[in-house]
């Protein structure tokens, strides 16, 4: 649920948690070397809830968590690509949520374009075999799409992904991939993946 500063304030009270101390304190335990990995997905899980609502951006860029989200992706694309770890799919399905959440908002997204690993790693999720990974990407995927990213997001390689998922007997799959296609590439680009 959106919130705005009013609203919070009557909620939690006059000496309610304020979100910036909690966020940055999410933040720091995250970074515990102590910290298990069960505990970081559940930061993670946390932190990717709080992305959705628009009044915590702020925070969240100054706190870097944006960053926290693109290292922890790339960090964990390719383990899962090769090894199919069950953990590192979680920790793929947080990041990819908790980016997807935030690249409604015109900073974050170009946080997230700025970094051409982060970009690889998204279309590299489509290859999972999660489907809530396949379709928060192709979202994130759609969301981040300008006129400078679009020759990069709607390469022959994501188009020929997405021709499949078209294909596919899971609904929300087709239809996404169906949306993707018709709304986002061009029939230059569809041309020239033939």
């Known amino acids: 649920m959106f919130s705005t500063p009013e609203s919070l304030k009557r909620r ?26 069960e505990h970081k997905l559940q930061i993670l899980a946390n932190l990717a809830n709080f992305a959705y609502d628009p009044i915590n951006y702020d925070y969240i860029r100054q706190l870097n968590i944006i960053h ?10 390719e383990g899962y690509i090769n090894e199919n770890n ?25 946080l997230i374009l700025n970094d051409d690993c982060v970009l690889l790693s998204i279309i590299k999720c489509l ?4 489907i809530n990974i396949v379709l928060n990407s192709m979202c994130l995927l759609m969301f981040l799409i300008t006129d400078e990213s679009k ?33 986002y590439c061009t029939e230059q680009n569809k041309m020239s993946s033939t």
């Open 12 to 37: 939690t009270g006059q000496f309610g948690v304020s979100r910036f101390p909690y966020l940055q304190q999410l933040v720091c335990e995250y970074e515990d070397s102590s910290c298990s990995d």
């Open 68 to 77: 926290l989200f693109m290292d922890c992706l790339k960090m964990n694309i």
């Open 86 to 110: 069950s953990e590192q799919q979680q920790f793929l399905e947080y990041c990819i949520g908790g980016l997807c959440n935030l690249c409604l908002d015109n900073k974050n997204k170009l």
């Open 127 to 130: 290859c999972s075999n999660s």
């Open 151 to 183: 020759d990069k997001i709607c390469s022959t390689q994501v188009i020929e992904c997405l021709k499949q998922y078209k294909q596919s007997n899971d609904q929300r799959l087709a239809n996404m991939a169906k949306v993707f296609l018709n709304e």
